[in-house]
Structure formats: structure tokens, C-alpha cells
């Protein structure tokens, strides 16, 4: 089966100074939602089983409009899983990282080189997050292993699911771009795993 793996769309967070958003839940702005549109165009041709998003109100509303955007995907359920939720950066959530490097200059210049290690007041584990986004995989996969499927979630979430499903490190996830709406196709097979067939392709270059 196929796995296309989107971003969310740019949110006012993404355009005002590259703000951490975390678990916080804002939406898309405008460019965000035609981010989105035009990612679908990327899956031309794909009916999916489902549409999968994180419950997070810019991952459903990316959904949303990749699915409005689909050819024949009106009556493709829209699925929220938490396990695709966004990393969690606590106290820092709503700061840019110039305002964090100013409240917090010394766990600023940690994360910096050791983000595993880093511990942000009120986030979360890297490690703890990338297995959930591993089982979260696994459980749509299986859910869905008849047909293929999207899934909508986050920046930093995908990087490391990316990296676990390749059995590779946590600390390694700032080696992946993700762009605002960029696809990642991923190819699962039960006995094999998961080969990794694209990644963060969007439209304005990959058309």
C-alpha cells in the first residue's frame, strides 16, 4: 500500500516569524488553505481509504481541502488519530525563536545541538513522541491495509516518524525539510516495512 504523508499548510505561526506552535491549535491563513488545494494535485488520481489527520485544527483543515481538492474523494472518511498530533514544545509554544533564545538561552543553545536531550518546561520527549507516531502508523495500516491513505500532520512529527519507520534515531530529524503542504510518498509491505519513495515534494517544484 501507498502512504502519502502531507505537512499542514502555513499558519499564522509559520508567517509570523517562524513561531512555535507545538500542540497549540491554530488554523491555516489563506495562503495556507491554497497550500493545501495545490498539494492534492501532487495525488492526482489516488482514491484513498481514508484521510487521516491529528485533530489539530491546521491538520484537519489541510485534510479538508486536500480532500475538497480530490477527484472522486467527497465520501473518503476524514479520520483524526492523536498519534499524528504535533510534538508538544511546551513554554515555548506561541515564542519565536528569537524570544526564546532570549528567555531561555541556555536550553535554547542545548536544543539547538542536542534536541533529544533538550528538556523544555511542559514538552515533550522526542523519543516518546517519535514511537507514538510509529504505532500511530502501524494501527492506520493495518486499519486500512486494503486501500491506500493520506495522513496530514506536523512538522516535526513527520520528521521523526519518517526517521523511526527507517529505524533510524530521534536525534537525527532536523536532517529532513518538511515544508508547509509537502508530500512524502511512503510504500508499506507487511513483511518488508516501509521503503521510502519522495519526500517533501510540493507543487511549485514537483508538478
Not at 488554523?27 to 492534492?40: D, F, H, K, M, P
Not at 515533550?124 to 502501524?138: C, I, K
Not at 486501500?147 to 523511526?164: E, P, Q, W
Amino acid at each position: 500500500m501507498k502512504i502519502y504523508l502531507f505537512r499542514h499548510g502555513q499558519t499564522v505561526y509559520n508567517a509570523d516569524g517562524e513561531r512555535f506552535c507545538g500542540t497549540s491549535d491554530v488554523g491555516l491563513t489563506a495562503l495556507g488553505w491554497q497550500q493545501a488545494r495545490r498539494a492534492a494535485r501532487l495525488i492526482r488520481g489516488v482514491r484513498p481509504a481514508a484521510i487521516v489527520h491529528s485533530g489539530l485544527r491546521r491538520s484537519l483543515e489541510t485534510a479538508t481541502a486536500i480532500r475538497e481538492s480530490l477527484p472522486g474523494a467527497a465520501d473518503c472518511p476524514l479520520v483524526a488519530h492523536e498519534g499524528f498530533r504535533e510534538v508538544g514544545f511546551g513554554a515555548w509554544e506561541g515564542l519565536t525563536r528569537a524570544e526564546v533564545n532570549r528567555l531561555y538561552p541556555e536550553l535554547y543553545a542545548e536544543w539547538l545541538v542536542h534536541p533529544e536531550e533538550a528538556r523544555i518546561p511542559g514538552g515533550d520527549d522526542l523519543y516518546d513522541r517519535q514511537q507514538e507516531a510509529v504505532d500511530a502508523f502501524l494501527d492506520v495500516v493495518a486499519r486500512y491495509r486494503d486501500g491506500d491513505l493520506v495522513i496530514v500532520a506536523h512538522n516535526t512529527l513527520n520528521r521523526l516518524l519518517i526517521l523511526g519507520l527507517m529505524g533510524l534515531d530521534a536525534r537525527h530529524y532536523r536532517r529532513i525539510v518538511q515544508e508547509n503542504a509537502c508530500l512524502n510518498i511512503l510504500e508499506y509491505r507487511e513483511e518488508e516495512g516501509v521503503r521510502l519513495h519522495a519526500l517533501n515534494r510540493v507543487p511549485e517544484r514537483d508538478e
